[in-house]
């Protein structure tokens, strides 16, 4: 090896001649490349076109008494890693794993929980949610969300959004159900501590001419290389400084060696990663009417998800948030990012359509939760929650919620 590739401009030189005696191998390479890509999101976009959804309204009675621990074996019940099993489903038919859609909303002040499914799934939804909740009432509603994207729409609604992410790799889990003791029982309902007592509260102190739309889409994790038990192990054994050590009796004394700190983060991962895993992919949106909007009321949306954060493992931040700081072309940028923010909701898109495919480099990527940590951002709450405006089964079946944004 010449010495001069020591150099910074020597190694820069030396790249160059290969990337120039290499030019004709590059072109072909690119070219593939892109008929491969466009191919993919030619024939993904034709399945989804033909997929039939419906959004289904759950009602839960006052006097329900279950733990997040329901909700969690609902998860695991529509957990489901059909549709792509196959090389000519995968890339002739352009078949996608299924996914569903998990939704709150607060329509000045009246909350209704929503699971969207495709009209093929609605029975087994339906099964698993009786399963768990006998009483429950479930009604097939009107879209909330099947608003027309335009200028006037933007000029009458003054919204905002974001897409939360973890702070922390997959593996490490946010601060779930059974961490606040919601998986004993005997606990009298008046001491229980449930986070979603805190965001049903907020979510009935929204005032008419406000909205609030939280959506957490959901797809099953495929078990292929490189999964998210995998890089689990991998922080494990980062942890415990093992160096891909796989020996139990080396890895028992790693173990006994180790911090306390140490050995409740390791405990904490292989809990987690123990479970069944959901690409997930979450969005907060807020909207009010031009002359009410509220900046107080993000505050409020955001820090609900504060009560999720457990320190030194995991917990949520606010990202791609609907927000322009500088010019140029201030206001041109920022209604796009809401175009494209209320876009991704009305269209549930994030795992393979327009929405994320073409920018991969710039948007962002679903991460990993577990059936426990979904399930403890997303369940019924039962007596605990007295909100008088959170809907229940009294309500009439296949209504829309009023005051719509369109």
């Known amino acids: 090896m010449p010495l001069d590739i020591i150099s910074p401009q020597g190694f820069l030189n030396f790249i160059g001649r290969i990337v120039w005696d290499t030019r004709y191998i590059w072109p072909p390479l690119v070219a593939i490349k892109f008929f491969w890509w466009t191919w993919l999101k030619y024939i993904r976009a034709g399945f989804i076109k033909d997929l039939e959804w419906i959004l289904l309204e759950v ?7 279950k733990s997040p621990r329901a909700m969690e074996l609902i998860l695991n019940g529509l957990y489901s890693t059909s549709g792509a ?13 299924q996914w569903i859609s998990l939704e709150v909303a607060s329509i000045g002040g009246e909350i209704h929980f929503f699971i969207r499914v495709q009209k093929k799934h609605k029975n087994i939804t339906e099964a698993q949610i009786y399963g768990q909740y006998p009483e ?12 027309s994207l335009t200028d006037e729409f ?3 609604w003054q919204t905002w959004g974001t897409e939360p992410v973890l702070t922390n790799p997959d593996p490490y889990p946010i601060r779930t159900y059974i961490d606040y003791g919601l998986d004993k029982a005997g606990v009298k309902e008046e001491e229980k501590i449930d986070p979603m007592t805190s965001f049903v509260e907020y979510m009935g102190s929204i005032q008419p001419g406000h909205q609030v739309w939280v959506q957490i889409l959901l797809r099953a994790v495929k078990n292929e290389s490189g999964n998210w038990q995998d890089e689990g192990k991998k922080e494990v054994e980062k942890i415990l400084s093992m160096n891909d050590e796989k020996d139990a009796e080396m890895r028992a004394r790693r173990m006994s060696g180790a911090t306390s700190g140490q050995k409740e983060i390791v405990t904490a991962i292989e809990k987690n990663i123990s479970k069944l895993g959901f690409h997930t992919a979450i969005r907060l949106i807020y909207l009010a009417e031009k002359d009410k909007f509220n900046p107080s009321n993000i505050a409020g949306l955001v820090g609900t998800l504060n009560q999720y954060n457990y320190v030194g493992l995991n917990g949520f931040k606010p990202n791609n948030t609907t927000e322009v700081d500088y010019p140029p072309f201030k206001d ?3 209604n796009k990012m809401k175009m494209g923010m209320l876009s991704g909701y009305r269209d549930r898109g994030f795992f393979y359509d327009h929405y994320t495919d073409w ?8 991460f990993v939760l577990s059936t426990e940590e979904v399930a403890t951002i997303y369940h019924y709450p039962g007596g605990v929650s007295e909100t008088p405006t959170y809907g229940r089964v009294e309500s009439r079946k296949g209504e829309a919620p009023a005051n719509l944004p369109f």
């Not at 099993?85 to 794993?97: H, Q």
């Not at 429950?136 to 608003?147: K, L, P, S």
């Open 59 to 65: 009602k839960i009675p006052r006097e329900m008494r």
């Open 85 to 97: 099993s196959n090389f000519m489903k995968k890339y002739w038919l352009g078949t996608v794993i």
């Open 136 to 147: 429950a009432e479930i009604v097939e509603v009107d879209d909330y969300a099947n608003f």
């Open 154 to 156: 933007l000029d009458g």
């Open 332 to 334: 041109r940028r920022l």
């Open 359 to 366: 920018k991969t480099f710039f948007a962002n990527k679903p």
